[in-house]
Protein backbone atom coordinates (compact mmCIF):
# COMPACT_ATOMS: atom_id res chain seq x y z
CA UNK A 1 0.00 0.00 0.00
CA UNK A 2 1.15 3.50 -0.66
CA UNK A 3 1.51 6.49 1.67
CA UNK A 4 -1.18 8.08 0.72
CA UNK A 5 0.89 11.71 1.72
CA UNK A 6 -0.15 11.89 5.09
CA UNK A 7 3.24 12.39 6.21
CA UNK A 8 3.36 14.71 9.16
CA UNK A 9 1.02 12.26 11.16
CA UNK A 10 1.79 9.04 9.74
CA UNK A 11 4.06 6.07 10.18
CA UNK A 12 4.77 3.28 8.42
CA UNK A 13 3.46 0.11 10.24
CA UNK A 14 2.96 -3.02 8.05
CA UNK A 15 3.47 -1.48 4.77
CA UNK A 16 0.54 0.80 5.63
CA UNK A 17 0.86 4.01 6.99
CA UNK A 18 -0.79 4.37 10.20
CA UNK A 19 -1.14 7.71 12.68
CA UNK A 20 0.91 8.59 15.28
CA UNK A 21 -1.17 8.38 17.67
CA UNK A 22 -5.06 9.52 18.49
CA UNK A 23 -4.77 12.83 18.58
CA UNK A 24 -3.12 12.94 14.97
CA UNK A 25 -5.94 11.01 14.24
CA UNK A 26 -8.67 13.48 15.45
CA UNK A 27 -6.81 16.65 14.05
CA UNK A 28 -6.78 14.77 11.09
CA UNK A 29 -10.67 14.22 10.61
CA UNK A 30 -11.25 17.31 12.26
CA UNK A 31 -9.19 19.31 9.80
CA UNK A 32 -11.54 17.45 6.84
CA UNK A 33 -14.45 17.82 8.64
CA UNK A 34 -14.59 21.43 9.20
CA UNK A 35 -14.80 22.91 6.37
CA UNK A 36 -17.30 25.34 3.94
CA UNK A 37 -19.70 22.92 4.74
CA UNK A 38 -19.64 24.28 8.62
CA UNK A 39 -19.66 28.02 7.32
CA UNK A 40 -21.45 28.55 4.13
CA UNK A 41 -23.83 25.43 3.77
CA UNK A 42 -24.99 25.22 7.24
CA UNK A 43 -26.14 28.59 8.01
CA UNK A 44 -27.86 28.81 4.80
CA UNK A 45 -30.02 25.42 5.27
CA UNK A 46 -30.67 26.40 8.42
CA UNK A 47 -31.86 29.74 7.74
CA UNK A 48 -34.16 28.00 4.67
CA UNK A 49 -35.11 25.26 6.45
CA UNK A 50 -36.91 26.50 9.47
CA UNK A 51 -34.68 27.72 12.18
CA UNK A 52 -34.28 26.28 15.27
CA UNK A 53 -36.27 23.13 13.79
CA UNK A 54 -33.47 22.35 11.68
CA UNK A 55 -31.35 22.74 14.52
CA UNK A 56 -32.94 20.35 16.56
CA UNK A 57 -33.59 17.60 14.06
CA UNK A 58 -29.40 18.35 12.77
CA UNK A 59 -28.68 17.56 16.27
CA UNK A 60 -30.77 14.93 17.01
CA UNK A 61 -29.01 12.91 13.23
CA UNK A 62 -25.67 14.04 14.93
CA UNK A 63 -25.81 12.00 17.87
CA UNK A 64 -27.25 9.06 16.60
CA UNK A 65 -27.02 8.29 12.79
CA UNK A 66 -24.03 10.61 12.36
CA UNK A 67 -22.21 8.31 15.30
CA UNK A 68 -23.62 5.27 13.93
CA UNK A 69 -21.98 6.14 10.74
CA UNK A 70 -18.48 7.01 11.43
CA UNK A 71 -18.31 4.36 14.00
CA UNK A 72 -18.74 1.92 11.12
CA UNK A 73 -16.55 3.91 8.36
CA UNK A 74 -13.92 4.01 11.03
CA UNK A 75 -13.68 0.48 11.98
CA UNK A 76 -14.01 -1.04 8.65
CA UNK A 77 -11.51 1.48 7.61
CA UNK A 78 -9.26 -0.09 10.52
CA UNK A 79 -10.76 -3.84 9.82
CA UNK A 80 -9.66 -3.70 5.95
CA UNK A 81 -6.69 -1.39 6.14
CA UNK A 82 -8.75 -0.27 2.93
CA UNK A 83 -9.96 2.57 1.28
CA UNK A 84 -14.12 1.72 0.22
CA UNK A 85 -13.63 0.13 -3.01
CA UNK A 86 -11.24 -2.19 -1.44
CA UNK A 87 -13.04 -2.56 1.62
CA UNK A 88 -16.19 -3.68 0.06
CA UNK A 89 -14.17 -5.87 -2.19
CA UNK A 90 -12.96 -7.76 0.76
CA UNK A 91 -16.17 -9.21 2.07
CA UNK A 92 -17.33 -10.13 -1.48
CA UNK A 93 -16.71 -10.21 -5.34
CA UNK A 94 -20.52 -9.61 -6.64
CA UNK A 95 -21.89 -6.09 -8.47
CA UNK A 96 -23.43 -5.36 -4.98
CA UNK A 97 -20.14 -5.14 -3.46
CA UNK A 98 -18.46 -3.31 -6.56
CA UNK A 99 -21.74 -0.62 -6.40
CA UNK A 100 -21.16 -0.05 -3.00
CA UNK A 101 -17.63 0.62 -2.72
CA UNK A 102 -17.95 3.03 -5.76
CA UNK A 103 -20.47 5.01 -4.80
CA UNK A 104 -18.84 5.51 -1.75
CA UNK A 105 -15.46 6.61 -3.61
CA UNK A 106 -17.09 8.91 -6.66
CA UNK A 107 -19.07 11.17 -4.10
CA UNK A 108 -15.88 13.15 -3.37
CA UNK A 109 -15.22 13.28 -7.14
CA UNK A 110 -18.21 15.09 -7.56
CA UNK A 111 -18.13 17.42 -4.43
CA UNK A 112 -14.89 18.51 -4.99
CA UNK A 113 -15.60 20.44 -8.08
CA UNK A 114 -18.31 22.50 -6.99
CA UNK A 115 -16.30 23.13 -3.67
CA UNK A 116 -13.70 24.74 -5.43
CA UNK A 117 -16.13 26.81 -6.75
CA UNK A 118 -17.43 28.09 -3.56
CA UNK A 119 -13.64 28.44 -2.48
CA UNK A 120 -13.25 31.04 -5.79
CA UNK A 121 -15.92 33.16 -4.10
CA UNK A 122 -14.33 32.79 -1.01
CA UNK A 123 -11.24 34.04 -2.55
CA UNK A 124 -12.74 36.75 -4.58
CA UNK A 125 -14.19 38.13 -1.52
CA UNK A 126 -10.75 38.03 0.50
CA UNK A 127 -9.55 40.06 -2.58
CA UNK A 128 -11.79 42.52 -2.64
CA UNK A 129 -11.60 43.30 1.26
CA UNK A 130 -7.69 43.18 0.57
CA UNK A 131 -8.09 46.10 -2.05
CA UNK A 132 -10.57 48.12 0.49
CA UNK A 133 -13.85 47.13 -1.16
CA UNK A 134 -16.20 46.80 2.44
CA UNK A 135 -18.91 49.39 1.51
CA UNK A 136 -19.25 47.85 -2.21
CA UNK A 137 -19.15 43.77 -1.23
CA UNK A 138 -22.37 44.77 1.66
CA UNK A 139 -24.21 46.17 -1.05
CA UNK A 140 -27.62 43.78 -2.02
CA UNK A 141 -26.76 43.26 -5.22
CA UNK A 142 -22.93 43.12 -5.38
CA UNK A 143 -23.32 38.67 -5.26
CA UNK A 144 -25.66 38.25 -7.90
CA UNK A 145 -23.00 40.87 -10.07
CA UNK A 146 -20.50 38.91 -9.33
CA UNK A 147 -21.83 35.31 -9.73
CA UNK A 148 -23.23 36.43 -13.27
CA UNK A 149 -19.78 37.93 -14.57
CA UNK A 150 -19.00 34.37 -16.04
CA UNK A 151 -15.11 35.41 -16.75
CA UNK A 152 -14.90 36.14 -12.90
CA UNK A 153 -16.43 33.57 -11.59
CA UNK A 154 -14.51 30.93 -13.61
CA UNK A 155 -11.06 32.84 -13.65
CA UNK A 156 -11.62 32.72 -9.18
CA UNK A 157 -12.60 29.13 -9.42
CA UNK A 158 -9.38 28.40 -11.80
CA UNK A 159 -7.31 30.34 -8.88
CA UNK A 160 -8.76 28.12 -5.61
CA UNK A 161 -7.97 25.13 -7.45
CA UNK A 162 -4.74 25.73 -9.18
CA UNK A 163 -4.06 26.36 -4.84
CA UNK A 164 -5.37 22.92 -4.18
CA UNK A 165 -3.84 20.82 -7.13
CA UNK A 166 -0.53 23.23 -6.15
CA UNK A 167 -0.71 21.92 -2.77
CA UNK A 168 -1.02 17.55 -3.34
CA UNK A 169 1.56 18.06 -6.25
CA UNK A 170 4.16 20.20 -5.01
CA UNK A 171 4.13 18.13 -1.08
CA UNK A 172 3.20 21.14 0.85
CA UNK A 173 0.59 19.54 2.18
CA UNK A 174 1.89 19.00 5.12
CA UNK A 175 2.92 22.38 5.64
CA UNK A 176 -0.42 23.70 4.76
CA UNK A 177 -2.39 21.26 7.64
CA UNK A 178 0.00 22.41 10.17
CA UNK A 179 -0.86 25.67 9.28
CA UNK A 180 -4.58 25.29 9.65
CA UNK A 181 -4.29 23.56 12.45
CA UNK A 182 -3.13 26.92 14.17
CA UNK A 183 -5.29 28.91 12.06
CA UNK A 184 -8.15 26.76 13.26
CA UNK A 185 -8.34 27.97 17.38
CA UNK A 186 -7.74 31.75 15.20
CA UNK A 187 -10.94 30.92 13.30
CA UNK A 188 -12.82 30.40 16.90
CA UNK A 189 -12.04 33.10 18.79
CA UNK A 190 -13.03 35.49 15.44
CA UNK A 191 -16.02 33.44 14.47
CA UNK A 192 -17.27 33.95 18.53
CA UNK A 193 -16.32 37.57 18.40
CA UNK A 194 -18.46 38.38 15.05
CA UNK A 195 -20.99 36.23 16.61
CA UNK A 196 -21.22 38.57 19.45
CA UNK A 197 -21.59 42.12 17.60
CA UNK A 198 -24.01 40.12 15.02
CA UNK A 199 -25.81 39.10 18.01
CA UNK A 200 -25.84 42.39 19.87
CA UNK A 201 -27.42 44.09 17.11
CA UNK A 202 -30.86 46.11 17.28
CA UNK A 203 -33.88 43.56 16.07
CA UNK A 204 -30.71 40.46 15.84
CA UNK A 205 -33.34 39.32 18.92
CA UNK A 206 -35.81 37.69 16.58
CA UNK A 207 -33.21 35.96 14.44
CA UNK A 208 -31.28 34.04 17.59
CA UNK A 209 -34.90 33.00 18.71
CA UNK A 210 -35.47 31.85 15.09
CA UNK A 211 -32.31 29.83 14.97
CA UNK A 212 -32.24 28.76 18.03
CA UNK A 213 -36.31 27.89 19.60
CA UNK A 214 -37.76 25.05 17.62
CA UNK A 215 -41.37 26.27 15.74
CA UNK A 216 -43.08 22.83 14.57
CA UNK A 217 -44.79 25.26 11.92
CA UNK A 218 -41.45 25.85 10.22
CA UNK A 219 -41.47 21.80 10.08
CA UNK A 220 -41.25 20.04 6.15
CA UNK A 221 -39.90 16.71 5.30
CA UNK A 222 -37.34 18.79 3.75
CA UNK A 223 -36.03 19.96 6.97
CA UNK A 224 -35.27 16.41 7.69
CA UNK A 225 -34.07 16.01 3.78
CA UNK A 226 -31.58 18.71 4.18
CA UNK A 227 -30.28 18.10 7.68
CA UNK A 228 -29.77 14.66 6.82
CA UNK A 229 -27.91 15.65 3.83
CA UNK A 230 -25.69 18.63 6.15
CA UNK A 231 -24.79 15.81 8.56
CA UNK A 232 -23.37 13.31 6.15
CA UNK A 233 -21.25 16.35 4.19
CA UNK A 234 -20.21 18.38 7.38
CA UNK A 235 -18.97 14.91 9.05
CA UNK A 236 -17.34 13.89 6.27
CA UNK A 237 -19.43 10.52 5.90
CA UNK A 238 -20.75 8.62 3.45
CA UNK A 239 -18.40 9.53 1.12
CA UNK A 240 -15.64 7.16 1.45
CA UNK A 241 -13.20 9.77 3.35
CA UNK A 242 -13.66 7.91 6.63
CA UNK A 243 -12.89 4.24 5.43
CA UNK A 244 -9.86 6.21 4.11
CA UNK A 245 -8.42 7.99 7.32
CA UNK A 246 -9.67 4.38 9.48
CA UNK A 247 -7.47 2.29 7.19
CA UNK A 248 -4.59 4.48 8.59
CA UNK A 249 -5.54 4.26 12.62
CA UNK A 250 -4.08 1.65 14.88
CA UNK A 251 -5.39 -1.05 17.20
CA UNK A 252 -5.20 1.20 20.32
CA UNK A 253 -6.78 4.28 18.71
CA UNK A 254 -10.11 4.68 20.89
CA UNK A 255 -12.55 5.23 17.58
CA UNK A 256 -15.83 5.30 19.96
CA UNK A 257 -13.89 8.48 21.81
CA UNK A 258 -12.59 10.23 19.04
CA UNK A 259 -15.99 10.44 17.39
CA UNK A 260 -17.61 12.10 20.12
CA UNK A 261 -14.71 14.45 19.93
CA UNK A 262 -15.02 15.39 16.33
CA UNK A 263 -18.80 15.42 16.66
CA UNK A 264 -18.87 18.04 19.16
CA UNK A 265 -16.39 20.30 17.18
CA UNK A 266 -17.79 20.38 14.60
CA UNK A 267 -21.15 20.88 15.11
CA UNK A 268 -20.08 23.74 17.71
CA UNK A 269 -18.29 25.69 14.53
CA UNK A 270 -21.62 24.87 12.38
CA UNK A 271 -23.52 26.41 15.26
CA UNK A 272 -21.20 29.05 15.88
CA UNK A 273 -21.56 30.13 12.10
CA UNK A 274 -25.12 29.97 12.36
CA UNK A 275 -24.89 32.89 14.70
CA UNK A 276 -22.94 34.79 13.30
CA UNK A 277 -25.13 35.18 9.81
CA UNK A 278 -28.67 34.10 11.19
CA UNK A 279 -29.17 37.00 13.39
CA UNK A 280 -27.32 39.44 11.52
CA UNK A 281 -30.04 38.40 8.60
CA UNK A 282 -32.43 39.81 11.03
CA UNK A 283 -30.61 42.80 11.94
CA UNK A 284 -29.12 44.00 8.30
CA UNK A 285 -32.37 42.65 6.35
CA UNK A 286 -35.19 42.82 8.43
CA UNK A 287 -35.56 39.07 8.63
CA UNK A 288 -36.77 39.38 5.09
CA UNK A 289 -38.51 36.25 4.06
CA UNK A 290 -36.04 36.11 1.14
CA UNK A 291 -32.75 36.46 2.43
CA UNK A 292 -33.69 33.71 4.83
CA UNK A 293 -34.29 31.64 1.47
CA UNK A 294 -31.09 32.98 -0.19
CA UNK A 295 -29.65 29.59 -0.21
CA UNK A 296 -25.84 29.43 -1.70
CA UNK A 297 -25.52 33.08 -1.86
CA UNK A 298 -26.39 33.93 1.90
CA UNK A 299 -22.69 34.00 3.71
CA UNK A 300 -21.57 36.58 0.57
CA UNK A 301 -24.49 38.60 1.50
CA UNK A 302 -24.61 38.54 5.25
CA UNK A 303 -21.34 38.92 6.41
CA UNK A 304 -20.51 41.52 4.63
CA UNK A 305 -22.91 43.84 5.93
CA UNK A 306 -22.06 43.04 9.17
CA UNK A 307 -18.25 44.18 8.26
CA UNK A 308 -19.43 47.36 7.27
CA UNK A 309 -21.53 47.69 10.25
CA UNK A 310 -18.74 47.44 11.96
CA UNK A 311 -16.69 50.31 11.10
CA UNK A 312 -13.25 49.23 10.73
CA UNK A 313 -14.51 46.20 9.27
CA UNK A 314 -12.01 45.86 6.20
CA UNK A 315 -9.37 44.08 8.94
CA UNK A 316 -12.04 41.93 10.35
CA UNK A 317 -13.37 40.82 6.14
CA UNK A 318 -9.62 40.28 5.53
CA UNK A 319 -9.09 38.11 8.48
CA UNK A 320 -12.72 36.36 7.98
CA UNK A 321 -12.04 35.33 4.75
CA UNK A 322 -8.06 34.19 5.02
CA UNK A 323 -9.69 31.65 7.62
CA UNK A 324 -12.25 30.76 5.81
CA UNK A 325 -10.35 30.24 2.45
CA UNK A 326 -7.83 28.34 4.73
CA UNK A 327 -10.55 25.53 6.07
CA UNK A 328 -12.24 25.49 2.50
CA UNK A 329 -8.16 24.70 1.12
CA UNK A 330 -7.65 21.81 3.67
CA UNK A 331 -10.86 20.03 2.85
CA UNK A 332 -10.46 20.82 -0.80
CA UNK A 333 -7.19 19.18 -0.70
CA UNK A 334 -8.37 16.06 1.38
CA UNK A 335 -11.67 15.47 -0.88
CA UNK A 336 -9.25 15.45 -4.09
CA UNK A 337 -6.62 13.59 -1.90
CA UNK A 338 -9.27 10.77 -1.44
CA UNK A 339 -10.09 10.72 -4.85
CA UNK A 340 -6.84 10.59 -6.22
CA UNK A 341 -5.95 7.49 -3.86
CA UNK A 342 -9.14 5.63 -4.88
CA UNK A 343 -7.43 6.16 -8.80
CA UNK A 344 -4.08 4.77 -7.38
CA UNK A 345 -5.61 2.03 -5.53
CA UNK A 346 -7.58 1.00 -7.83
CA UNK A 347 -6.21 1.73 -11.45
CA UNK A 348 -2.92 1.48 -10.20
CA UNK A 349 -1.80 4.22 -12.29
CA UNK A 350 1.04 6.76 -10.78
CA UNK A 351 0.14 9.32 -8.88
CA UNK A 352 0.99 12.48 -11.64
CA UNK A 353 -1.57 11.09 -13.86
CA UNK A 354 -4.32 9.97 -11.04
CA UNK A 355 -3.97 14.10 -10.23
CA UNK A 356 -3.98 14.84 -14.01
CA UNK A 357 -6.95 12.96 -14.43
CA UNK A 358 -8.93 14.24 -11.17
CA UNK A 359 -7.68 17.88 -12.28
CA UNK A 360 -9.12 17.35 -15.79
CA UNK A 361 -12.60 16.00 -14.26
CA UNK A 362 -12.80 19.07 -11.91
CA UNK A 363 -12.17 21.57 -14.30
CA UNK A 364 -14.80 19.99 -16.58
CA UNK A 365 -17.43 19.42 -14.17
CA UNK A 366 -16.62 22.64 -11.99
CA UNK A 367 -16.82 25.08 -14.63
CA UNK A 368 -20.49 24.43 -15.18
CA UNK A 369 -21.42 24.97 -11.76
CA UNK A 370 -19.13 27.98 -11.79
CA UNK A 371 -21.19 29.08 -15.17
CA UNK A 372 -24.05 28.17 -13.98
CA UNK A 373 -25.01 31.88 -13.08
CA UNK A 374 -23.49 33.82 -16.06
CA UNK A 375 -23.73 32.32 -19.30
CA UNK A 376 -24.97 28.78 -18.79
CA UNK A 377 -27.87 30.15 -16.08
CA UNK A 378 -30.24 29.19 -19.13
CA UNK A 379 -29.41 25.41 -18.04
CA UNK A 380 -31.65 24.39 -14.77
CA UNK A 381 -31.70 20.78 -14.02
CA UNK A 382 -34.83 19.59 -11.74
CA UNK A 383 -35.01 23.79 -11.71
CA UNK A 384 -31.96 23.76 -9.92
CA UNK A 385 -29.02 25.77 -10.90
CA UNK A 386 -25.73 23.35 -11.54
CA UNK A 387 -24.02 23.83 -8.42
CA UNK A 388 -27.39 23.23 -7.06
CA UNK A 389 -27.98 20.45 -8.37
CA UNK A 390 -24.70 18.89 -7.80
CA UNK A 391 -24.77 19.40 -4.23
CA UNK A 392 -28.36 17.58 -4.13
CA UNK A 393 -27.28 14.84 -6.23
CA UNK A 394 -24.49 14.18 -3.61
CA UNK A 395 -25.95 15.34 -0.49
CA UNK A 396 -29.70 13.96 -0.82
CA UNK A 397 -29.62 11.10 -3.27
CA UNK A 398 -25.90 9.32 -3.13
CA UNK A 399 -25.08 9.98 -0.01
CA UNK A 400 -27.93 8.11 1.40
CA UNK A 401 -27.40 5.43 -0.92
CA UNK A 402 -24.00 5.42 0.42
CA UNK A 403 -24.85 4.97 3.91
CA UNK A 404 -26.83 2.66 3.47
CA UNK A 405 -24.60 0.71 1.27
CA UNK A 406 -21.87 0.92 4.82
CA UNK A 407 -25.50 -0.01 6.84
CA UNK A 408 -26.48 -3.09 4.34
CA UNK A 409 -22.50 -4.51 4.74
CA UNK A 410 -22.41 -3.91 8.31
CA UNK A 411 -25.86 -5.69 9.09
CA UNK A 412 -26.17 -8.52 6.50
CA UNK A 413 -22.63 -9.00 5.42
CA UNK A 414 -19.62 -8.13 8.15
CA UNK A 415 -22.26 -8.03 11.00
CA UNK A 416 -22.59 -5.89 14.18
CA UNK A 417 -20.60 -8.82 16.38
CA UNK A 418 -17.68 -8.26 14.55
CA UNK A 419 -17.65 -4.13 14.23
CA UNK A 420 -18.38 -4.14 18.19
CA UNK A 421 -15.42 -6.63 18.57
CA UNK A 422 -13.43 -4.19 16.29
CA UNK A 423 -14.51 -0.95 18.39
CA UNK A 424 -14.17 -2.87 21.38
CA UNK A 425 -10.45 -3.25 21.28
CA UNK A 426 -9.84 0.06 22.24
CA UNK A 427 -12.98 1.60 23.41
CA UNK A 428 -15.62 0.84 26.23
CA UNK A 429 -18.08 1.42 23.20
CA UNK A 430 -20.73 2.79 26.28
CA UNK A 431 -23.14 3.74 23.28
CA UNK A 432 -23.12 0.06 21.87
CA UNK A 433 -26.99 -0.04 22.20
CA UNK A 434 -28.08 3.13 20.42
CA UNK A 435 -24.84 1.94 17.98
CA UNK A 436 -26.83 -1.23 17.18
CA UNK A 437 -30.40 0.00 17.34
CA UNK A 438 -29.58 3.22 14.65
CA UNK A 439 -27.76 0.28 12.01
CA UNK A 440 -30.27 -2.33 12.44
CA UNK A 441 -33.61 -0.37 12.37
CA UNK A 442 -33.51 2.93 12.46
CA UNK A 443 -31.20 3.68 9.70
CA UNK A 444 -32.09 1.55 6.89
CA UNK A 445 -35.62 2.69 6.87
CA UNK A 446 -35.24 5.87 7.51
CA UNK A 447 -32.92 6.35 4.80
CA UNK A 448 -35.21 4.89 2.10
CA UNK A 449 -37.85 7.34 3.11
CA UNK A 450 -35.94 10.46 2.93
CA UNK A 451 -34.28 8.96 -0.61
CA UNK A 452 -37.52 8.55 -1.82
CA UNK A 453 -39.01 11.88 -0.37
CA UNK A 454 -36.57 13.99 -1.93
CA UNK A 455 -36.67 12.26 -5.39
CA UNK A 456 -39.92 12.61 -5.64
CA UNK A 457 -39.92 16.16 -4.89
CA UNK A 458 -37.28 17.47 -6.91
CA UNK A 459 -39.13 15.76 -9.26
CA UNK A 460 -42.33 17.61 -8.88
CA UNK A 461 -44.06 14.70 -7.74
CA UNK A 462 -45.04 15.65 -4.09
CA UNK A 463 -44.54 19.44 -2.98
CA UNK A 464 -43.04 19.72 0.44
N1 LIG B 1 -16.78 18.16 5.77
C1 LIG B 1 -16.26 19.15 4.89
C2 LIG B 1 -16.98 20.45 5.11
O1 LIG B 1 -17.78 20.56 5.99
C3 LIG B 1 -16.38 18.72 3.47
C4 LIG B 1 -15.55 17.53 3.24
C5 LIG B 1 -16.11 16.32 3.06
C6 LIG B 1 -14.19 17.62 3.27
C7 LIG B 1 -15.33 15.19 2.90
C8 LIG B 1 -13.40 16.52 3.12
C9 LIG B 1 -13.97 15.31 2.94
O2 LIG B 1 -16.77 21.39 4.41
Known sequence: MKDHGRDEILRHRNGRSTFSGRIGY????????????????????????????????????????????????????????KSPVGAFGMFGKGLPFKLGGWINAVIPMLIVPYYCVIGGWVTKYLFEYLRGNTAALAEDVYFAGFTSSSLQVEFWFAVFSA?????????????????????????????????????????????????????????????????MGQMFYSLSIAMGVLYTFGSYIREDVDIEHSTAQVEVFDTAIAVLAGLMIIPA??????????????????????????????????????????????AALTSAVSLMETSV???????????????????????????????????????????LSILDFFDFLTNSVMMPLAALATCILVVRVVGLDKIETEVCQSSKFKRKGVYRFVMKYLAPVFILVI??????????????
Open 26 to 81: VLAVAGSAVGLGNIWRFPYLAAKYGGGIFLMVYLILVVTFGYALIVSETALGRMTK
Open 163 to 227: AVVWVIMAGVKQGVERMAKIMMPVLVVLAVLVAVYSMTRPGAGAGIRYFLIPNFKNFSIMTVVAA
Open 281 to 326: VFAFSGGDAETLQAGPALMFITIPKVFANMGSGTMAGVLFFLLVLF
Open 341 to 383: STFEDQMGWGRMKCCAVMTGIMLILGSFSALGFGILDFIKIFG
Open 451 to 464: LISSIANVLGLINM
